[in-house]
């Protein structure tokens, strides 16, 4: 068995599979590196437990490597961390411009510097776009609403 790295066995593939999936967030909505990974199969000689651990991660290394050179055709500031945060160093020039150009698309932030995930985050691609390209459907990012909506507790 391989040892796993940072990086996923093809990664070239993985990353370009990652960018297609990015490319489709909508203007205004945000997706997650964990909602992105969950979208993808496992690479063939990686399990279904190592790639839930690394997925995530190889989708950051993904977003890295198109946030560092500013590509403009990926869209990379749609693509925060599970709890709405931007993950890049606070301060940074890169974390900055990736929380301004959210701004701008009318993504909201919190005080303490989230994004609403019930609000502005992705469903993910329609089924017949995941199907065409051999992909999963992802992870909800919006929390389910309660079965009984105005039931009152007694406790």
């Known amino acids: 068995m391989p040892t796993l790295t940072n990086l996923p066995p093809d990664s070239q ?24 990974a969950s979208m993808i ?15 995530a991660v190889w989708v950051g ?10 590509s403009a055709d990926v869209p990379w500031q749609r693509v925060v961390n599970s709890q709405g945060g931007i993950s890049l160093p606070a301060g940074s020039r890169a974390a900055t411009e990736q929380r301004r150009r959210l701004e701008a698309e009318g993504v909201a932030f919190d005080r303490r510097g989230r994004i609403h995930l019930d609000s502005a985050g992705w469903d993910g ?6 199907a065409a390209h051999g ?21």
């Open 13 to 36: 593939t993985f990353f370009q599979t990652v960018w297609h999936i990015v490319r489709q967030i909508p203007v205004g909505t945000v997706s997650t590196y964990g909602q992105i």
């Open 41 to 55: 199969p496992p690479p063939e000689s990686v399990n279904d437990a190592d790639y839930k651990r690394l997925g």
């Open 61 to 70: 290394k993904a977003m890295n490597a198109v946030s560092a050179t500013d």
């Open 125 to 130: 691609p329609d089924a017949g776009w995941l």
């Open 135 to 155: 992909l999963l459907t992802p992870v909800p990012l919006k929390k389910a609403p309660p079965d009984t909506p105005n039931q009152l507790t007694l406790f």
